[in-house]
């Protein structure tokens, strides 16, 4: 993902320096904000990967007194992942017996959601481990219905985000996805050039046309048709300020809806 949403300078332009100054203005002491101004573990995973895209430096030295504060066995699923992905963003030599303690905790993790399959895909990827073959047992579980798949099983229809982090999963391990769930992917694409979240969603979000841009493309679906929609779609959510919304009901901005549109524009950049 991160390779893709290094393409995304080519369209920003000289707007590309806007992008960079809004990340550094969320950014304190080697962590990022959260929505409520809060430094946040969770989100300085996307402030490191949005300055990676642009070819920006990180904050090193900050950064490590930051991750240095947190213990595996203290954090949950998607937090431990995220302290995982930042040690391997600022490309430091963690503590000692990190990738020990780390391994250890995230073996005592069930793939409770199809997304949660991708974040523990990850973590193992970071830590240069080879996943558990059990990861795409537990993610073929959450195939939903309507053919798709969603972050619970037996559901009646299938979730966007969900869908593209199962394809992520399935392709990891040498499995080939439907080819159906290109056309269900597709099938959730807004007049506007967004993706909805759902089939039921009423709007199209961020989220779930980067994801699905990126699952897509993973499939081999061709995305000139759905390019400028898609473009026109992306410049609806970008602010002077340099950053994204989430959504059309969105207003507030931060750096993981940020480095959605750099996905996005990744994407459609190729």
């Not at 960079?20 to 490191?48: E, K, M, W």
């Not at 999963?169 to 499995?175: D, G």
């Not at 269900?184 to 050039?193: E, Q, T």
């Not at 970008?238 to 994407?267: I, K, N, P, Q, V």
Request: hydrophobic share 45%.
């Amino acid at each position: 993902m991160l390779q893709v949403a290094r393409l995304a300078p080519k369209l920003l332009g000289e707007s590309k320096d806007l992008v960079a100054n809004f990340l550094t203005s969320q950014q304190s002491g080697g962590a990022f904000f959260d929505r409520a101004g809060t430094p946040d573990l969770y989100y300085t995973v996307f402030g490191f990967e949005s300055l990676r895209a642009l070819s920006e430096e990180l904050p090193v030295e900050s950064a490590t007194m930051f991750l240095q504060s947190f213990h595996c066995d203290e954090l949950d699923l998607v937090h431990l992942c995220s302290l995982i992905r930042c040690w391997a963003n600022i490309a430091r030599v963690p503590p000692p017996g990190f990738a020990f303690e780390a391994q250890a905790r995230l073996t005592g993790f069930e793939g409770g959601s199809a997304y949660h399959g991708f974040l523990l895909l990850g973590a193992y990827q970071d830590l240069r481990l080879d996943p558990p073959h059990k990861l795409l047992h537990d993610v073929q579980t959450f195939r939903s219905a309507d053919g798709a798949y969603a972050n619970r099983p037996g559901a009646a229809q299938g979730l966007t985000s969900a869908t593209a982090a199962a394809i992520g999963v399935l392709r990891h391990f040498n499995e080939s996805p439907d080819a159906e769930l290109g056309d269900w992917l597709l099938a959730r694409r807004h007049s506007s050039g967004g993706f909805f979240a759902s089939p039921g969603a009423p709007i199209p979000d961020l989220l779930s046309t980067a994801t699905a841009l990126h699952a897509l493309a993973s499939l081999q679906v061709p995305l000139d048709p759905i390019r400028e929609s898609a473009l026109d779609f992306l410049d609806s959510l970008w602010t002077s300020r340099g950053g994204f919304l989430g959504s059309w009901a969105d207003d507030t901005l931060d750096c993981e809806y940020t480095y959605y549109g750099l996905l996005a524009l990744g994407h459609l950049s190729l």
